[in-house]
C-alpha cells in the first residue's frame, strides 16, 4: 500500500536551515508528482510547492521562492524539502502529499512539527 | 495567496444533512473541474474526500458528495455521524498564476 512517512519533530533557532524528508514506498516513485503543504498552529493549510520526482524539476509557491528547496534522492524513494533563513512565523507541521492523476492529493505523509525559536 | 473562502463553521444533529460551501473565481473554481475536499482530525494529516468535484476515492462513505455551481463548489455530507466532527478543506487548481494550487481556508463541522 502507498506510504509517506515522515520523521518526527525539529526545533531550530531564528535563521537557521531545515530540511524535511519524506520517504515514500507502495508505488512507483517516479510515476507521480509530490508536494510540499505546511500549517501553521491552529490555521489552514498552505501549498508550498511540487517536485516531479522523475525529473527533478520544482515548481513553487511565489511567496517561497528564493528560500524553499525541494530536492529528491530516487535510489531511496525520499523526497526532501529546505527551508533556509527560517523565522518564527515559519513554525508549522509540515506535509509532503502524492498528487493523483489530476491536480488532487491523495495520499499525505504524518506531518513533520517544525519549531523556529530562539 | 488569495484562499478559497469557506464558512468557519458548520453544524447539524446526527442524520441530517450540511454542507459545506467554498466560493472561489473564474481562474480557479469556475474554470477547472479540478476542486478536492479534505477532511482533517485534530493532529492529524488531511484525507482525500472527493476529487474532480464529485468523485469519491475508494473507502470514502458515499455520505459525502461534491458539487459545483460558477465559482462555488459544495461538499455535503449526508446522515451526519458524530465521527464526522472535524475540519474540511477544499482546494481548486487555479490558473491565475502561481500558486498554482489554492485551498480553502476551512470549515469546522461540529455533530451537535
Known amino acids: 500500500q502507498v506510504q509517506l512517512v515522515q520523521f518526527g519533530a525539529e526545533v531550530k533557532k531564528p535563521g537557521a536551515s531545515v530540511k524535511v524528508s519524506c520517504k515514500a514506498s507502495?508505488?512507483?516513485?517516479?510515476?507521480?508528482?509530490m508536494h510540499w503543504v505546511r500549517q501553521a498552529p491552529g490555521q489552514g493549510l498552505e501549498w508550498i510547492g511540487w517536485?516531479?520526482?522523475?525529473?527533478?524539476?520544482?515548481d513553487y509557491a511565489r511567496n517561497f521562492e528564493g528560500w524553499v528547496t525541494m530536492t529528491r534522492d530516487t535510489s531511496i524513494t525520499t523526497v526532501y524539502m529546505e527551508l533556509s533563513r527560517l523565522r518564527s512565523d515559519d513554525t508549522a507541521v509540515y506535509y509532503c502529499a502524492r498528487e493523483g492523476w489530476n491536480y488532487y492529493f491523495d495520499y499525505w505523509g504524518q506531518g513533520s512539527l517544525v519549531t523556529v525559536s530562539s | 495567496q488569495s484562499a478559497l473562502t469557506q464558512p468557519a463553521s458548520v453544524s447539524g444533529s446526527p442524520g441530517q444533512s450540511i454542507t459545506i460551501s467554498c466560493t472561489g473565481t473564474s481562474s480557479d473554481i469556475g474554470g477547472h473541474n479540478y476542486v478536492s475536499w479534505y477532511q482533517q482530525y485534530p493532529g492529524k494529516a488531511p484525507k482525500l474526500m472527493i476529487y474532480g468535484v464529485n468523485n469519491r476515492p475508494s473507502g470514502v462513505s458515499n455520505r459525502f458528495s461534491g458539487s459545483k455551481s460558477g465559482n462555488t463548489a459544495s461538499l455535503t455530507i449526508s446522515g451526519l455521524q458524530a465521527e464526522d466532527e472535524a475540519d474540511y478543506y477544499c482546494?481548486?487548481?487555479?490558473?491565475?498564476?502561481?500558486?498554482?494550487?489554492?485551498f480553502g481556508t476551512g470549515t469546522k463541522v461540529t455533530v451537535l
Open positions: 517536485i516531479n520526482p522523475d525529473t527533478g524539476d520544482t
Open positions: 507502495g508505488y512507483t516513485f517516479s510515476g507521480y508528482f
Open positions: 482546494n481548486s487548481y487555479t490558473s491565475s498564476n502561481t500558486p498554482p494550487y489554492v
